[in-house]
């Protein structure tokens, strides 16, 4: 597995929707490679954060798709 396909995978990952022996050859690489591991950390403290904020407010609809469109283009431009 190299960083491309760890880069695709790992808002996957990170939410638990991805299946082993997948998901044990992300471990691997993460465990082997600091840039990946840096990526994966920024993009579950983010994760972490946006669930924070989704839970704790009742955002109308509308708004919570607005801010899930502009983490998800955080996401892509992070994973370039
Ligand atoms: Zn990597």
């Known amino acids: 597995m190299v960083c491309d396909d760890v880069?695709?995978?790992i808002y996957f990952f990170l939410d638990?929707?991805?299946?082993?022996?997948r998901k044990?050859?992300?471990d691997t690489h993460l465990g082997d490679c600091p840039?990946?591991?840096?990526?994966?950390?920024?993009?579950?403290?983010l994760r972490e954060f946006v669930h924070h904020r989704l839970a704790r407010i009742t955002a109308p609809?509308?708004?919570r798709t607005r801010l899930t469109?502009?983490?998800?283009?955080?996401?892509?431009?992070?994973s370039r």
Do not use: M, Y
């Open 61 to 63: 609809d509308h708004l």
């Open 35 to 45: 840039d990946c591991e840096r990526r994966a950390n920024v993009q579950r403290k």
């Open 7 to 9: 880069k695709r995978v």
């Open 69 to 78: 469109r502009s983490i998800r283009a955080f996401r892509t431009e992070w």
């Open 16 to 21: 638990g929707t991805i299946a082993e022996p």
């Open 24 to 26: 044990r050859d992300i």
